[in-house]
Nanobody, 129 residues
Framework: QVQLVESGGGLVQAGDSLRLSCAAS????????MGWFRQAPGKEREFVAA???????????YYADSVKGRFTISRDTAKNTLYLQMNSLKPEDTAVYYC???????????????????WGQGTQVTVSS
């Protein structure tokens, strides 16, 4: 059974940085595409960033246009942990951030929530203006 636990959220001012972490247990993250999604009040969950292995040593990353150049997704396979470094935060980045692990049968792009089978409980990020 997979367990994903996010941490690192908080209340910051516009322009500040935060790093979110997602500690995984029960399955090795290097074998699956992993992603971050977010959900603001009254809105649907939206894609933020994803990472997938393309070789033993290489990986491919995906970003939503709204975060490209500001956010960086990475993972530490030794710690079985996924990260999201968020710089130059804006008030519109305020949301609950969820990490997810794709289904073993996933064949589509990891920017689609339907490709994910496991989610963490979420961590709140609030950016004040």
């Amino acid at each position: 059974q997979v367990q994903l636990v996010e941490s690192g959220g908080g209340l910051v001012q516009a322009g500040d940085s935060l790093r979110l972490s997602c500690a995984a247990s029960g399955r090795t993250i290097s074998r699956y595409a992993m992603g971050w999604f977010r959900q603001a009040p009254g809105k649907e969950r939206e894609f933020v960033a994803a990472i997938e292995a393309i070789s033993w040593t290489g990986s491919r990353t995906y970003y939503a246009d709204s975060v490209k150049g500001r956010f960086t997704i990475s993972r530490d396979t030794a710690k079985n942990t996924l990260y999201l470094q968020m710089n130059s935060l804006k008030p519109e980045d305020t949301a609950v951030y969820y990490c997810g692990m794709t289904l073993p049968s996933s064949t589509d792009s990891p920017n689609k929530a339907s490709e994910y089978g496991d989610w963490g409980q979420g961590t709140q990020v609030t950016v004040s203006s």
